[in-house]
């Protein structure tokens, strides 16, 4: 169950309809809304790309997945061919000559040579470790082994925990926390100038064919007692602890409905939540949940370095959505290019930020998609036709199509995918949910339009209804179905605004901002109300609508901004 809502009417057959395409309708007599998910059902795609390397030492060592899928169950889930996490050759991994440990949670069933922890090549490398033909784990120095292997086998399909330390020129291998054999090391020749990798070597295409939870490196030897803390997830001493990676706890998440696995190949998650993607080749995928024969739309944030040859924002080799470097403008298909949609020309910037969407709507007579675009909440163009759709030949490409050669060059906040046709409510909200870092939340809102929205003028600039009146920088309701407004002297029908009210006191039955016809959500919540309000009518007027027979409301710090597009704002400032 993904939300409750109750209503002490009888919604209509349209308002039904909207609910079930995840639209919003009138609050009127709405008594009663659980969300349990930040999702609508109508949603098919909404990956939050969370980084599953993002280096837990303090130290940066950041992993860079290729051909790697992530989840919270498994972790990083490692193929068996050219799949592997790069950790690069920081100066803090370079410790071969001293103290290692090198630790990790595997599953494995590979009766092959399998890297675990690798900084080795063909030719030079440091400490590796690994497991051998027989399954048991080896300790890798430079090129060739350093002596006996483990005594107990590694690759039977379970999760174990795996380490390993060098101390002095004693090498110990444990197992799920206990020693499991050891040797005294032999003279080898290290070498630090190769990369850390994690799930294979370097210039070795088979990699580990097994999934891995955790990998941890340290410039010491952890003591037993500190390895079987270790395993059975207890605090152990972070000195000299130069990477730690947890690949469950950070995997990319998909919020909707599916649950879709994301699959990274070298385009790097930020912290904030953004894909980074340099134009050379790198993608994220999921599994194919366009539909066929159904309106649909997406939406994502989208910060161009570059717009190079048609880079994808995504890709499912039939249905794709993509930017045009020539005319600086999106474009999208349903047929595989034979019929492509265009946005408005010289409408994508290139080093700021902006929200873009595109709107697939199905027409069951004819049998075609016909495309909307939008940038920044305003439509770019007008509806086209894109094509017959088909279904996907391909999983779902992020940021580049199957072959390969379609890269974006930026970030890019992965898109959202929902069912059913947009309005421009829907794409504004969406986008205020999901505002890249510093962008939030005043990417698109004009200046603001209500006077003395904190109360501290009295009455100055509001009309007070029945029941109302302003007390100590707070506009007050007792026992009364009035309101308080005031006019917003710009206002035309068709513009959209966000108005923000602070909520002091609130009785059961709530209050909403009403204006140009559009009525907000009914808020019943003491904090901050945001509603999103698409205006239908040419009235002036911004309403607090107490809607209440009995108790009382307080507000404060009223806030009501056109949202335009940073375009509109621009020109706005020059006039």
Request: hydrophobic share 35%; charged share 15%; with cysteine.
């Amino acid at each position: 169950m993904s939300s409750v809502r109750i209503y002490n009417r009888a919604i209509s057959d349209s308002e039904a309809a909207e609910l079930a395409n995840g639209h919003e309708i009138d609050s009127s007599a709405l008594v009663l809304y659980h969300d349990y998910t930040r999702q609508h059902p109508s949603c098919l795609l909404a990956v939050e790309p969370r980084n599953p390397c993002a280096d837990k030492s303090g130290l940066g060592n950041d992993g860079t997945p290729t051909a790697v899928e992530f989840d919270t169950v498994n972790g990083a889930v490692i193929g068996s061919t050219d799949s592997y996490i790069n950790c690069g050759n920081d100066a803090s991994l370079q410790i071969s000559s001293g103290d290692i440990t090198y630790a990790a949670w595997i599953k494995a069933s590979d009766s092959s040579y399998k890297y675990i922890i690798a900084k080795r090549n063909n030719t030079v490398g440091a400490y590796s470790l690994s497991y051998d033909i027989n399954g048991k784990l080896q300790l890798v120095g430079g090129i060739s082994g350093t002596g006996a292997a483990s005594n107990t086998a590694v690759n039977d399909n379970t999760w174990h925990h795996v380490a390993v330390t060098v101390n002095g020129t004693t090498v110990t291998f444990y197992l799920d926390g206990t020693p499991d054999g050891s040797y005294t090391l032999a003279a080898v020749t290290l070498t630090e100038s190769v990369n850390l990798l994690i799930g294979i070597r370097d210039e070795y295409s088979s990699s580990l064919n097994g999934d891995m939870r955790e990998a941890w490196v340290y410039g010491r030897a952890l003591s037993p007692s500190e390895i079987s803390d270790l395993a059975n997830n207890l605090p152990v001493s972070s000195t000299n602890l130069v990477l730690h990676h947890d690949y469950r706890t950070n995997a990319p998440v998909d919020l909707s409905p599916t649950g879709a696995k994301l699959t990274l190949n070298g385009c790097t998650p930020q912290p904030d939540g953004t894909l980074l993607f340099d134009g050379a080749g790198q993608y994220a995928s999921v599994p194919d949940c366009i539909p066929v024969d159904e309106s649909w739309w997406a939406e994502c944030w989208l910060d161009p370095d570059a717009i190079g040859t048609y880079p994808r924002i995504f890709d499912t080799g039939s249905a794709y959505w993509a930017l045009k470097s020539s005319d600086s403008n999106m474009f999208a298909s349903a047929d595989v290019g034979a019929t492509d949609a265009y946005s408005g020309i010289n409408s994508i910037a290139t080093g700021i930020w902006q929200h873009l969407a595109v709107s697939m709507r199905y027409d069951s007579g004819d049998g075609h998609m016909y495309a909307s675009f939008y940038i920044n909440g305003v439509q770019s163009g007008t509806e086209q036709d894109a094509g017959v759709p088909s279904a996907g030949t391909t999983d779902l490409f992020i940021g580049n199509r199957a072959a390969g050669d379609r890269t974006f060059d930026g970030q890019l906040q992965t898109p959202r995918i929902f069912r059913g046709e947009a309005t421009v409510a829907d794409i504004i909200a969406r986008a205020d949910e999901r505002c890249p870092a510093g962008v939030a939340p005043s990417w698109m809102l004009g200046p603001e339009l209500v006077t003395n929205g904190d109360f501290s003028d009295g009455t100055t600039g509001w009309t007070l209804g029945d029941g109302w009146s302003i007390s100590g920088g707070l506009a007050v309701a007792v026992e009364t179905s009035g309101s308080i407004y005031q006019s917003i002297a710009s206002h035309v029908t068709g513009n959209v605004y966000r108005v923000v009210c602070g909520v002091v006191e609130i009785p059961i039955a709530g209050f909403r901002p009403i204006l140009g016809g559009a009525l907000g959500i009914t808020n019943n919540s003491i904090g901050q109300s945001v509603d999103i309000l698409s205006t239908v009518s040419s009235d002036k007027n911004i309403y607090l609508d107490a809607g209440i027979s009995a108790g009382s409301v307080s507000l404060n710090n009223v806030s009501c901004r056109r949202l335009i597009s940073p375009l509109a704002a621009a020109v706005a400032s020059i006039s």
